[in-house]
């Protein structure tokens, strides 16, 4: 795989590979796992998932109302996924998010902010298309972990961040956010044997290690009373995932 520009739609193929390797397996299980630990159940709301969303689908599509995965990369065609009746698919430019205000009741990013020209700019775009009290989950490249090092795998690419300057930028754009957490503590290794050990570091690393994980995930809402000395309620994930997040007291 050729490391691609960060503001550009990236070749279908450049993702497609990372998640048929066992690198990216590893990578969409953890994430997916938290993923659908905060968000256990969407029955009757409508989900827009950003970036290339394709391998995080499967637990939004199993109880939410309607799913539109929008990416500037491609459509992956042979998703089998998006066939499901309440799943479709929209191309769109990377820094432009075309729908309606108000739209949606939540927002997964994942391969998306990092590749738009601004992370501030896009985050407010997300947060028009949110409903009162929607909800987003937004995963970003750690600026200072072992994956944003120069490999040609996702998440090594674009904008990176440190884990505060996430939360800020998420609540410059009128959210507050509730939870935080960080994965990908392993190194993006090709080793399966390697790769078995991976998950052994997920829970040590996110104690002794926080600052090397190789993304951060944060979940925020948005905030119709921006601006108001508002303080964020304390969330937390459901199941053991909950034992990983750091909830914002």
């Not at 500037?72 to 996924?81: R, V």
């Not at 108000?102 to 409903?131: K, P």
């Not at 990176?160 to 939360?167: C, I, K, L, P, T």
């Not at 199941?239 to 007291?249: D, R, T």
């Amino acid at each position: 795989m050729t490391k691609p520009a960060k503001n550009r739609g990236i070749p279908p193929s450049f993702f497609a590979e990372f998640y048929q390797s066992p690198c990216g397996l590893f990578t969409a299980e953890q994430l997916t796992q938290q993923i659908a630990a905060l968000w256990p159940d969407l029955k009757g709301l409508h989900v827009l998932a950003l970036g290339w969303p394709f391998p995080y689908l499967a637990p939004l599509i199993e109880t939410a109302e309607r799913v539109v995965a929008a990416t500037p990369h491609g459509i992956a065609a042979d998703a089998a996924i998006l066939h499901a009746q309440n799943c479709a698919a929209a191309l769109v430019e990377p820094n432009t998010l075309p729908f309606y205000p108000r739209s949606f009741d939540r927002i997964l990013m994942v391969h998306s902010g990092e590749y738009a020209d601004s992370l501030s700019a896009f985050f407010e775009q997300a947060e028009h298309l949110l409903r009162d009290d929607g909800r987003i989950i937004s995963v970003l490249p750690n600026r200072s972990g072992f994956w944003h090092s120069g490999t040609d795998m996702p998440f090594t690419g674009g904008h990176a961040v440190s884990e505060n300057r996430h939360a800020t930028l998420l609540e410059d754009a009128g959210f507050a956010v509730e939870y935080r957490n960080r994965s990908l503590f392993m190194p993006p290794v090709k080793n399966p044997l390697l790769l078995r050990l991976a998950a052994m570091y997920e829970k040590p690393g996110n104690l002794l290690f926080p600052l090397m994980c190789g993304v951060h995930l944060c979940e925020a809402r948005k905030d119709i009373l921006s601006g108001a000395a508002v303080q964020p309620v304390k969330r937390l994930a459901v199941g053991e995932e909950a034992e990983l997040g750091a909830a914002i007291e």
